[in-house]
């Protein structure tokens, strides 16, 4: 009985172990069913993507079972230019131009901006090491996108075939109508301006400032009589062009170049609100004619500062319809000084105000600041600043003129344009015809000229020295000047000139 209740409960203990083994190999099978189905899904995926990248092959690494073999992946090609992020770049050599200085790049450039045109914010390079032949051109918008950069760190140069030029054009490279544009680089642009300059006929504008300067011998400069033709041998037109122009654009910025030996104009900005000019540089024989550097009109908020400027006129030139603008740290010379005007010419209106020219070096120029307008004009011209201006070698370096004539002879009128508010301050330095000339309206005399700190002493050079001149000036002396300029009016004029409504802006 005792044997066979051991045998009884030992063969119980085996039917439970085998109960018990076959619960674990159920869960244990269940459990290994369920992984292998999702190595299974993932190894499908694997080999759909095989089929799609290797031809169908799905093959392992030996020793690495679960791990797919990867192809990897080359990195995308490049964005076409004009695509994508980032500041697309237009280089002109992609577009055909050769660069060697004979060849016609014009056509290459108009692609070039054709394609950048489209694209905001890129840039059309010029590169270094190339000089690039090329015709008159406009760069122009409404429909362009904006903040296009012109990368200019070769050199342009123009024509000097007279066809190339037609009748005449008012301008040679022209960026015209658009939003946030930039002329940056290290390059050159080349007017090869002295085939037109010899061309000058001699009824061609001259400064009339000119009339107070009288060589000692009493004789005078002529033009050379035989015209310089072209390099084909064509005259050149009687209408010169200016080398850069920016019309009717807004933020435009001009930075690091060189504009040299321009037909008339360096730089010119039209219409323009927002412009930003530092670090160029203007270079033109101080003979050559009417070859303005920087000339603005019909521009607002302009910055010009940390320039060199050697020209055949004035350094700066503010004609009509110009307010807030600021001139500082400017290096003028050869040249005619920084001018105001000429204002009023044929009984126009002229508007000018908010002008300060300041921390500005001028040396063997013509005039140094300068406010000149034509008899018979009307508006006003208010609100200007002179401020630490160094003068060395300058043959008449504080100037207003209102009888301002730039031909032979002009006939007097009563009606001029107004000026007030003007105010000259640490004027120094060196003069060698006369240190002040102010010669205000005789029917709407000049107020509120205030001066200080002015320190001008002679310089004998060639010409005859001139005492300091004053007409129709009213205004105030805030310190003793050398020379004295005993001439000026204190206070305001006795009678009451009305300022009508041609008057004012």
Request: proline share 7%; net charge positive.
């Amino acid at each position: 009985m005792g044997a066979f209740s051991l045998k009884s409960l030992a063969f119980v203990l085996l039917i439970l172990l085998a109960i018990w083994s076959s619960q674990m190999d159920t869960c244990n099978a269940r459990r290994g069913k369920h992984w292998r189905h999702r190595g299974g899904a993932l190894s499908s995926l694997y080999k759909k993507k095989g089929k799609n990248h290797h031809g169908g092959s799905s093959s392992y690494h030996h020793g690495n079972a679960g791990k797919p073999k990867y192809k990897a992946l080359s990195p995308p090609p490049p964005p076409p230019l004009g695509e994508g992020q980032g500041s697309p770049n237009f280089n002109v050599l992609d577009f055909g131009a050769k660069g060697n200085g004979a060849s016609d790049d014009t056509k290459a450039f108009q692609a070039a901006w054709a394609s950048a045109c489209k694209v905001e914010a890129s840039t059309i390079l010029v590169p270094p090491g190339y000089k690039f032949l090329v015709g008159p051109i406009s760069f122009s918008g409404p429909y362009c996108q904006p903040d296009i950069v012109f990368q200019l760190d070769g050199s342009i140069i123009a024509p000097t075939d007279s066809k190339a030029w037609g009748s005449g054009l008012l301008q040679w490279l022209e960026f015209s109508k658009l939003k946030g544009i930039t002329v940056q680089g290290t390059g050159t642009i080349d007017g090869r301006g002295s085939v037109w300059w010899q061309d000058s006929p001699y009824d061609d504008p001259i400064d009339d400032e000119s009339k107070l300067i009288i060589p000692l011998n009493r004789t005078f400069k002529e033009n050379s009589p035989t015209p310089v033709r072209s390099s084909l041998g064509g005259k050149m037109p009687y209408i010169k062009p200016t080398a850069l122009r920016f019309y009717g654009s807004f933020n435009a910025t001009v930075t690091g170049i060189t504009i040299q030996n321009s037909p008339q104009c360096h730089l010119k900005f039209d219409n323009c609100f927002g412009v930003s000019v530092f670090n160029i540089n203007v270079s033109s024989p101080g003979d050559s004619p009417n070859t303005d550097g920087i000339h603005l009109q019909n521009s607002k908020d302009v910055i010009i500062r940390s320039s060199n400027l050697a020209c055949g006129d004035d350094c700066v030139s503010i004609q009509t319809g110009c307010t807030n603008v600021y001139i500082h740290n400017v290096n003028c010379g050869p040249g005619h000084g920084i001018s105001i005007g000429s204002l009023g010419k044929d009984a126009t209106k002229a508007c000018v105000a908010n002008i300060t020219v300041r921390d500005v070096n001028m040396h063997n120029t013509m005039n140094g600041v300068r406010i000149k307008t034509w008899q018979g004009g009307s508006g006003s011209v208010q609100g200007v600043l002179f401020s630490n201006i160094q003068v060395s070698e300058v043959q008449l370096p504080i100037v207003i003129d209102q009888y301002y004539c730039d031909k032979r002879t002009c006939k007097n009128q009563t009606s001029a344009v107004s000026l007030s508010g003007i105010t000259y301050e640490k004027i120094r330095g060196t003069y060698t015809v006369k240190p002040v000339h102010l010669a205000c309206s005789d029917n709407l005399p000049c107020v509120d000229v205030t001066l200080t700190d002015i320190e001008l002493k002679p310089l004998q050079e060639q010409y005859h020295l001139y005492n300091v001149f004053c007409w129709h000036t009213f205004g105030q002396l805030n310190s003793p000047t050398v020379p004295p300029i005993d001439c000026l009016h204190v206070g305001k004029p006795s009678n009451n000139w009305i300022q009508t409504n041609r008057d004012t802006c």
